[in-house]
């Protein structure tokens, strides 16, 4: 049951970002990390549709991680890509090429060697001031550095790096809606006394901002895979580091669990240059012409 929640909750995500990355890249690149960016898109229906199956999805997701371990639920978040590329496959009416093919099934394919081998099981909620959560101040420091080396440099790098510290940021929240529901678990009272419900919103409106900039930066092959893979990878190591979750460590169980991560973030690199996302980039790159006319 679990794996369908999490497979509905990559559907939903998958239609949503489609949704959201065709309204935020018709918005002027000045807008780029500016909250105004995200004033703007507010008032867009085609953006809103996104962002309300996005929310779905969360509270799906929501479902899945009070249930089970994180290692279990994010990498099939993974393939949201996968559900993204079947909605336009539907839109422009055409065959799936080799490309699509190949890439699917090492995307599927490396999240199920990963979870088969790896077998993920339940650790522990940690004490609220315990050292382990010293490892989300240094998930966010990567995540801001990668911001500010992107400043100054290309388009493409400026969508890449704010993306991947979007996919960062939403492994962050991961993390972060466990802790709380598991913690609501003991009452509400339990919940107002920890300082991670309140962190949770600021990390999510932040990468819902890098995010959206990334996808007005550059065309979707560019934005696309980063945030699509830092997720679940930031999420595993998460899940380890601060709830104590654990995998197989034999050695072949090792280099199966490396061998299907590596297959999931090459099969997304490889479902990121999709010909059909270059067709929602030309049709977005029109319109945004015809707008500055």
């Known amino acids: ?10 559907c939903l995500l998958g239609l949503g970002f489609v949704a959201q990355r065709r309204a935020a890249y018709r918005e002027p690149l000045e807008e780029i990390l500016h909250p105004r960016l995200l004033l703007d898109l507010i008032r867009t229906p085609l953006w809103l549709i996104g962002i309300g199956l996005m929310l779905c999805g969360q509270i799906l997701d929501a479902i899945a991680l009070r249930e089970t371990e994180l290692a279990r639920v994010v990498p099939l978040l993974a393939t949201n890509l996968l559900f993204a590329l079947t909605a336009a496959h539907v839109i422009y009416q055409e065959h799936f090429g080799p490309m699509e093919w190949v890439g699917a099934v090492l995307v599927s394919g490396g999240v199920a060697l990963f ?17 382990r ?4 101040l240094l998930v966010s420091m990567v995540a801001a550095g990668l911001v500010l080396y992107g400043l100054r440099r290309s388009l493409q790098t400026k969508a890449m790096l704010p993306a991947a510290a979007a996919g960062l940021l939403y492994g962050l929240r991961d993390v972060l809606t466990r ?6 678990g003991k009452g509400l009272d339990a919940v107002a006394e920890t300082w991670q419900p309140y962190l949770l919103p600021g990390v999510a409106v932040v990468g819902l901002l890098l995010n959206q900039s990334a996808f007005d930066a550059a065309p979707l ?31 072949e169980a090792l280099a199966a669990e490396v061998i299907g991560l590596i297959a999931m973030v090459v099969g997304i690199v490889i479902l990121g240059r999709s010909p059909f996302l270059a067709k929602s980039q030309q049709d977005a790159v029109q319109r945004r012409d015809e707008g500055a006319q």
């Open 133 to 136: 959560w010293l490892t989300l």
């Open 179 to 184: 802790s709380s529901l598991l913690t609501l």
């Open 1 to 10: 049951m679990i794996i369908v929640i999490c497979l509905g909750v990559a």
């Open 221 to 251: 092959r560019i934005s696309l895979p980063a945030a699509t893979a830092a997720e679940p990878i930031t999420g595993v190591v998460l899940g380890v580091a601060i709830f104590a979750e654990r995998l197989r460590v034999s050695q």
């Open 115 to 131: 979870l088969l081998f790896g077998e993920p099981r339940a650790g522990h909620l940690p004490d609220p001031v315990s050292p």
